[in-house]
């Protein structure tokens, strides 16, 4: 059948049901009878539009057109009982009404058909092969209960109507009357039998299928328990049952098209909530008003208005006690609910309470893992760090002892983690920063619930683990910091102790030398002229190498030149002393802040003596220039280059970056075998000193 055509016909049946329901409203308001009237109304509205909204939408699910066949077949027998009542009360009784009668109770017995829609809910199919034979049982029972209707007069007496006597008796009543007794008994342990199919099907399926049944069952166990209070209480389980009775066939259709089918579980548990709360308060009420109230109406009771002091009594105690029992009515219902593991709502805010107070990584990621396990009732959990192009396991609950497991990232997809049920990424604005996973016990899955779990608690570290790397960061920084400082220090040390060295192997040694010999000049004043001249010609060369040596020593610690005239004047002066020939190209670049340019000279110094040491053969080209508010400079060789991955990074690489960072600059290296070397680094000049306009610039090129 086309679309079109299950549309209209499920429209057609949804149409008859409103019809025969709208007449058995006009017998019953005419007979005077409202009970007959509207009564039904509610549930089997509530069959046929659900049971058309399934038929025109998912048309090969029976469950559907088993809806409306109950719907139509029970409005129509009301329909005609209502019009045989309604002729009955006339004082006629027209043949019309006896075979509407008769078809009504033969369509009546549709309703049985419920069974078979219990035993293919949700999907339309049974739960195996095996439960053909329950099947086949249904719908012969059903086709024997038409036949009997049909051909006696047994369906009629069974249900009382107005017209006790068939048109059409092909089979004796005396016969009819035990069948039909005895397959509408045998409908309980098949419909017992179907809810059992029902079970196993729970029991096999999916997470998705588990609350599609979850819908139905709640619905079912809210019905009797209201059939057998009313029954009990109010002796009115009709009453009961026409109240709630459109629960059923709501919730079928909430199951069958998953909306807010993941909810199921919160519902279940406000209704426990409300429920014990209503009996709780109806308890206090009875034993206070009824019980008390009984045993001392000797001496309690006085005037017209007995009971109000225990009614205020009952309502103070309702009061004062309500909240305390409300918190223990709730915490009883989560566990029947969600057994031992958290309501995602408590989880939610056990770890933004936890979470709120600290960003130290050592203890918030193994408290991030442990609400998560608790939350989603996994055997293991794991907050994953973002490292590079991989996942690190930062955490994991309970605690795993060996080394940190690692799992490969994927651009914008969770990684497939070993034993894990469900992964889900961490992101903040647009950057992946780690991912959650865990894993459930054999046999277990993750429900939807603890699925949206997982993403809530993934949004909200997001953030979280955003603070944690820039705390990682800081803490980093503030470490390289102090190892700077040393280094620092270490270096200062090491200059004094060269500089010492240097004086004492070189200037002071010729200063010894020169004392000695004006000794001995002294001797031979007067009594030697030719060895008095040799001693001052000697004098005079060695007292100018010794000044020679005292201004070397004072240009390794801070050139006067570079005081004098600037950056571009001692770099040129320094590559014009280098034994490999360097290029230097400064245009444009002017005077700055003393510490700014002693620390790119000195990088310049080492970078062009790391070539000379390591690529002896090749050129080198040292650039420097001002570049938005920033003094750059890179000495680039065209030597045989190395791998910085792999080679350690030398002092004079380590003087360099840590020269540069403490006056907030960075250093870089970028080399290839094959390719040569590039050392290049970058000051940010302040605000005063990037404007100096008094300083003229001193260009330089040379070759």
């Known amino acids: 059948m086309t679309t079109a055509g299950t549309r209209w016909l499920a429209g057609g049946l949804l149409i008859l049901t409103v019809a025969a329901l709208a007449a ?116 012969a029972a059903e086709a024997l209960l038409l036949l009997a209707a049909g051909t006696s007069s047994a369906a009629l007496q069974a249900q ?135 045993l001392g109406s000797g001496f309690l009771q006085a005037g017209s208005r007995p009971n109000l002091g225990l009614s205020i009594l009952a309502t103070a105690v309702v009061a004062v006690a309500f909240q305390p029992v409300r918190e223990r009515v709730q915490h009883l219902a989560n566990r029947l609910v969600f057994g031992r593991r958290a309501t995602p709502y408590e989880a939610l805010s056990e770890f933004a309470g936890r979470m709120g107070g600290t960003y130290a990584a050592q203890d918030v990621l193994p408290r991030m893992a442990r609400v998560l396990a608790e939350g989603t009732l996994a055997s293991h959990a794991v907050v994953w760090l973002k490292n590079g192009a991989e996942l690190v396991a930062g955490a994991c609950w309970p605690a795993d002892p060996g080394p940190p497991q690692r799992a490969a990232l994927a651009d914008g997809e969770p990684p497939v983690i070993a034993g894990a049920d469900r992964v889900t990424l961490v992101h903040y604005q647009g950057e992946t920063l780690g991912a959650l996973s865990v894993s459930k016990r054999p046999g277990e899955n993750l429900t939807p619930v603890e699925d949206k779990l997982m993403s809530h608690l993934a949004g909200q570290a997001g953030l979280l683990l955003r603070n944690i790397g820039l705390t990682q960061q800081l803490q980093a920084k503030l470490t390289e910091l102090q190892a700077s400082r040393l280094r620092i220090v270490a270096a200062a040390d090491d200059q004094r102790r060269r500089i010492e060295r240097d004086i004492h192997d070189g200037a002071q040694q010729q200063l010894l030398a020169i004392a000695a010999k004006l000794a001995a000049a002294e001797s031979a004043a007067g009594q030697d002229e030719e060895r008095e001249r040799a001693l001052v010609a000697q004098l005079k060369a060695e007292t100018s190498g010794a000044l020679q040596a005292l201004r070397e020593l004072a240009r390794g610690i801070y050139p006067p030149l570079l005081a004098d005239q600037g950056l571009t004047a001692a770099v040129i002066t320094q590559a014009n002393k280098a034994p490999v020939p360097v290029k230097v190209d400064a245009g444009g670049l002017g005077r700055y802040p003393a510490e700014i340019e002693t620390a790119i000279y000195f990088c310049c110094v080492e970078a062009l003596q790391n070539a000379a040491r390591h690529a002896p053969d090749s050129a080198v080209r040292i650039s420097l220039a001002e570049d938005g508010g920033q003094v750059v400079f890179a000495v680039t060789d065209d030597g045989p280059g190395f791998d910085p991955a792999a080679a350690a990074a030398g002092s004079g690489l380590r003087n360099m970056s840590d020269r540069l960072a403490a006056l907030g600059g960075s250093c870089q290296v970028d080399s290839r075998p094959g390719r040569g070397t590039t050392v290049a680094g970058r000051i940010e000049l302040p605000d005063a000193a990037a404007g100096n306009g008094g300083a003229v610039p001193l260009a330089g090129h040379m070759g």
Request: aromatic share 12%.
């Open 160 to 294: 009382n109507s107005a017209v006790l006597v068939s048109p059409v008796r092909l089979i004796p009543d005396s016969l009819a009357d035990p069948v039909v007794n005895v397959i509408q008994t045998a409908f309980i342990p098949l419909c017992l039998a179907a809810a059992a199919g029902c079970a196993v099907r729970y029991r096999r399926s999916a997470v998705d299928e588990r609350h599609q049944i979850k819908w139905v069952a709640y619905a079912g166990l809210l019905t009797a328990v209201a059939l057998l209070i009313c029954g009990i209480v109010f002796n009115n389980p009709l009453g009961a049952f026409l109240a709630v009775g459109p629960l059923i066939p709501v919730a079928a259709g909430i199951a069958i098209f998953k909306y807010r089918l993941y909810d199921i579980d919160l519902v279940i548990s406000k209704t426990i909530v409300y429920g014990l709360l209503a009996a709780f308060i109806t308890v206090v009420y009875v034993v206070i008003v009824a019980g008390i109230g009984s």
């Open 24 to 139: 058995t409203a006009g017998f019953g308001v005419a007979i005077g009878d409202p009970v007959d009237a509207f009564a039904f109304a509610p549930v089997l509205l509530a069959f046929a539009g659900v049971g058309a909204f399934v038929a025109t939408r998912r048309p090969a699910n029976p469950i559907g057109w088993l809806f409306l066949a109950e719907a139509l077949g029970f409005a129509l027998g009301v329909a005609t009982d209502t019009y045989a009542k309604y002729a009955t009360r006339a004082g006629v009784t027209p043949p019309s009404a006896t075979w509407a009668v008769w078809l009504g109770a033969a369509l009546g017995e549709l309703g049985f058909l419920f069974a078979l829609a219990l035993l293919l809910f949700p999907d339309g199919r049974l739960p195996s092969r095996r439960w053909r034979v329950l099947a086949w049982l249904i719908m």
